[in-house]
């Protein structure tokens, strides 16, 4: 599993409240990333890091957060939850990027937003 | 941005046949091109990679070819088998710094039918 870990595995939660997804890795990339997956639009990047505090957007990063303050964590926040937002979010991991660029995906996170 | 066209979004074959999943992708800088599969209810799972100087990759029955030329590159599956089915993601990448992320396109359901 390539070292990578998110929690929670599944959640439910209310429109309006703040929700914080957790990615962990045990290896030391540099490279971390958030995605959506949703019927029909396949893997959409939310954000992704390049390094520690070092984030940028995705395609469809509003109303989404990050932080990585350790190489380790990535987490991704949904400030205040909609419905829209309801989705797997898979986190992914990669090493250096400049030769050995395989990208790993956690299990993902089940988000269902009512 | 990188964008990623996919094509079929699904393809039936009967065991044994091959099945072809073609994509194109419009930055010229992407030099990396992984293809992903998943099963259902499980996460992506890198099957084969192919990096732009090279035009073919050949691993058992899945082979990848490249064109950069023309930006695409596709997917091939030789006599295939019921386990062979999932929904199969392209992807397109630049290598290295800050801008290495992978795009995806939308995916192709593939269903091999004993």
């Known amino acids: 599993d390539a070292g990578i870990t998110q929690s929670p595995r599944h959640k439910v939660t209310e429109t309006g409240t703040p929700v914080t997804l957790r990615c962990h890795q045990t290896e030391n990339h540099r490279y971390m990333y958030w995605y959506r997956q949703d019927p029909g639009h396949g893997l959409r990047l939310i954000h992704y890091?390049?390094?520690?505090?070092?984030?940028d957007k995705g395609e469809v990063s509003d109303g989404y957060s990050v932080s990585r303050s350790k190489t380790e964590d990535f987490l991704l926040t949904l400030e205040s939850a909609t419905s829209s937002q309801t989705s797997v979010y898979f986190c992914?991991?990669?090493?250096?990027?400049?030769?050995?660029?395989?990208?790993?995906f956690g299990q993902g996170t089940r988000l269902t937003v009512v | 941005g990188e964008n990623v066209e996919q094509h079929p979004s699904t393809l039936s074959v009967q065991e044994g046949d091959s099945a072809v999943i073609k994509c194109t992708y419009s930055?010229?800088?992407?030099?990396?091109f992984p293809w992903y599969k998943q099963e259902l209810g499980k996460r992506p799972q890198l099957i084969i990679d192919?990096?732009?100087?090279?035009g073919e990759k050949k691993d058992q029955r899945i082979a990848v070819t490249l064109n950069k030329t023309a930006k695409h590159f596709s997917l091939h599956i030789t006599e295939t088998q019921p386990e062979d089915s999932a929904v199969y993601f392209c992807a397109a990448s630049p290598s290295g710094g800050s801008n290495y992320k992978l795009t995806f396109g939308k995916g192709t359901l593939l269903t091999v039918n004993p």
């Open positions: 890091s390049y390094g520690v505090k070092d984030t």
């Open positions: 992914a991991i990669s090493t250096s990027g400049q030769t050995n660029t395989e990208a790993f």
């Open positions: 192919i990096r732009s100087n090279v």
């Open positions: 930055d010229s800088a992407s030099n990396y």
